[in-house]
């Protein structure tokens, strides 16, 4: 790189100004890291896991799904991290929870945000078994 070049690129590094985080972007960010998490099968509460199954009926299976289950609240370089999962049955819930914040907590840390917390209801034990027929 010749020497103009480099002047030029440390002017730009030397601008001042902020930077934001959306709510949003800490959201997916979550829910990745949740989803990693073996023994989380779903994430979001039971109106939101319906509207879910009837989007994917109608072919718009990934609407919504980025954020669904989780939201976040940042505060200048810090985030608050609410999540609501359905985990598999017979597994421990503390072991699962613990292991959702600590790579809930590590992936947005990754990002450059401090995690004050990592807010966690389990909303329901998904069994395996066979669907419940229907009327």
Partial sequence: M???ATQ????????GGTTQVSDEVV?????TAARA????????????RFVN???????LDQVGDARRGCS???????????LVLVIQAGRPVPEITGEVRA???EAVE???LRVDEVNIRVDDVATGGPAAPTA
Avoid: F, M, Q, S
């Fill in 110 to 112: 990754a990002h450059g």
């Fill in 8 to 15: 030029e690129l440390t002017r730009a590094a030397a601008v």
């Fill in 72 to 82: 976040a609240h940042v505060t200048g370089d810090a985030a608050v991290v609410n």
């Fill in 103 to 105: 790579r809930v907590t």
């Fill in 53 to 59: 199954a009837v989007l994917d009926r109608v072919g």
């Fill in 2 to 4: 010749d020497h103009e």
């Fill in 27 to 31: 959201e997916k960010i979550a829910v």
């Fill in 37 to 48: 998490v073996p023994g989380v099968v779903e994430l979001g509460g039971d109106v939101a």
